[in-house]
């Protein structure tokens, strides 16, 4: 089965760090996610992305976070100065139409600690 | 607001035995998606079934079934003849109009031997 691949699988950064946590999604995908996860807790959406554009996105994405797909291969978060609280595992998923008609495939995560 | 509730922290079962994990989700939405994801201890999300709010028949996949009641807005998961390799936390999630899903807070399943 087609796979989304997450690197790197761990990341430990300082508070206050850029981190840029990267996606490979199934080639003939087109619509992209990023959810996260907090130890003990639910997973929660961050955003989606289409089109090359951001088509929903949570209170939790603000203007620390941005998404990019900048070769038509990867998908990236950003988060552009790390806060104790980013401290979670970051998934990636992908699929081909809008996940209600086609399976949504996820990736492994990133966890992620800031320190 | 949509919010998805799984009200059983932990469940357990023997092996081979049958097992039935609760979700409740609250929308005013009409057409809607349904799922149910198992997260192993190595943390990846596996979908595990997929149900259609417009559908009346309950969705099968194998060992796993869901009980889908859309006025009691209840989406209940059954495993039967329950492996060990079925132990892992178990996700209820809800999708509506956007295509973002709305998860539960999970449900630990442990098959004992």
């Known amino acids: 089965e087609p796979e989304v691949t997450q690197t790197p699988s761990h990341q430990v950064t300082q508070m206050g760090q850029e981190v840029i946590l990267r996606c490979v999604p199934i080639s003939n995908h087109l619509y992209f996610y990023w959810y996260r996860q907090i130890l003990g807790q639910k997973v929660e959406f961050l955003v989606s992305?289409?089109?090359?554009?951001?088509?929903?996105k949570s209170e939790i994405f603000d203007d620390q976070f941005s998404v990019e797909r900048p070769d038509g291969s990867n998908f990236t978060l950003k988060i552009r100065s790390t806060k104790l609280e980013d401290s979670a595992m970051y998934f990636c998923?992908?699929?081909?139409?809008?996940?209600?008609?086609?399976?949504?495939?996820f990736g492994s995560g990133t966890q992620l600690s800031v320190l | 607001a949509q919010t998805v509730t799984q009200s059983q922290p932990e469940m357990s079962v023997q092996e081979a035995e049958t097992v039935t994990l609760s979700c409740t989700y609250d929308?005013?939405?009409?057409?809607?998606?349904l799922f149910w994801y198992k997260q192993p201890p190595s943390r990846q999300m596996i979908l595990v079934i997929r149900?259609?709010?417009?559908?009346?028949q309950n969705a099968t996949e194998n060992r796993f079934s869901v009980n889908f009641q859309k006025a009691a807005k209840s989406f209940s998961l059954k495993i039967s003849d329950s492996q060990l390799g079925d132990t892992a936390m178990y996700f209820c999630a809800f999708m509506g109009v956007t295509d973002k899903l709305i998860f539960g807070t999970g449900t630990r399943l442990q098959v004992f031997p």
């Open positions: 149900q259609e709010a417009y559908k009346q």
């Open positions: 929308t005013s939405e009409n057409n809607y998606y």
């Open positions: 998923a992908s699929s081909e139409a809008l996940p209600h008609t086609e399976k949504l495939f």
């Open positions: 992305f289409y089109n090359n554009e951001i088509s929903e």
